[in-house]
Each structure stands twice: as C-alpha cells, then as structure tokens.
C-alpha cells in the first residue's frame, strides 16, 4: 500500500468524516506498520506480555489521533511518533524493579563486542535489543528509528533534536555497541 493511497484516503476520511471511513484508514495503517510497531515495542519490553500491551495502547495512540493528522509531516514520520511517545510514556509509567541500572554506552559497547563471538545470530540479535533496552531513553529512540530504517532527518523531526545531533548521537551509539557504519 502506497503512503499516497493512504494520504488520499486521510483526506477522504476528514471530508465524510465518517467512522467507518476512518476506521477502514485505520486498518490500512495496521496492514503496512504492523510489523515495524511490533519490533519497536520489542525494543522497549523484554517480556511477550508486555510487548503486547505496549502495542495494544500504540493502535489505541494512533486510533485517538488518527483524526487530527494534519499531514504536516509524512504518515510515517507522524505513526512513529506517536509510537515512540506512546512507548516513552509507557515506560515512565511503569512501576517495577529495576532489572538493572541504566550504563553507559561505551560499556554497552564494551558488551556487546563478544556476543556474536559467542552466541548463534539469534541469540546475538537478543543480546543487542536487551543492550539497547538499557540505554537512556533518548538513545534508545533514536537506536530503534535507526534500526528501523528511518533516515536522520526523520529521526530528527520524530525527537525534536536536531539533525546533526541526531547524527552525531547515532554514530556514538553505534561506535559503543561495536557497529561500523554500513556505506
């Protein structure tokens, strides 16, 4: 599905304003971001359990907001937004032990030089999200926009930094975590 099919169909939606016209929008968003939602909210919980919660107030975010997208940005800048703030708010809302204390990233780095020396890809792809998950929040964002593609300008738009922190932000993740740079 084209995001300009769905940006028609957005305006479609808000001229009728009918639900049912919003919700057939709405199902075309799960169809196309459904399996990027779900590894971004993978990268913000450990447990099945959870991931799935995390989703469920996700579809709930874009559903509710659905009807004010003004299309000031693209689709798909403005869904992992509302993803990532939905994520960022889940988290801080969380009331739980601590499964460990946030470290710095040149010893997430340090880490995660001998995972794949050690584990099959699986398990390595494992080790990688769990590091992630123990970087500050803002580092974690932009590692999972990263990893989902999203190019820096995006990523900027997204977080509210600026395209060069981003970039620079990104390029000391990586370096920590052992990561060169594909060209």
Known sequence: MST?????????AREAGSPSVWRGVFQRIVAQYSGSLRRT????EREAESQEELLQEVWLALWTALP???????LRTWVYRVAHNTAVKHIHRQVR????????????????QN?????????????LAD?????PAADRQLML????????????EITGFSPSNVTTRLSRIRTALGRKEKS
Request: aromatic share 4%; with cysteine; charged share 30%.
């Open 145 to 156: 926009l990263y990893l989902e593609g999203l190019t820096g300008a995006e990523i900027a």
């Open 4 to 12: 300009l099919t769905l940006d028609m169909d957005i305006a479609k």
């Open 41 to 44: 909210c993978r990268g913000y």
């Open 68 to 74: 004010r997208f003004e299309g000031r940005s693209s």
């Open 131 to 135: 590091l992630i998950r123990k970087l």
């Open 97 to 112: 032990t601590p499964q460990g204390a946030e470290i710095d990233v040149e010893t997430l780095g340090q880490q995660l």
């Open 115 to 127: 995972v794949e020396a050690r584990l099959d890809r699986h398990r390595a792809r494992q080790m």
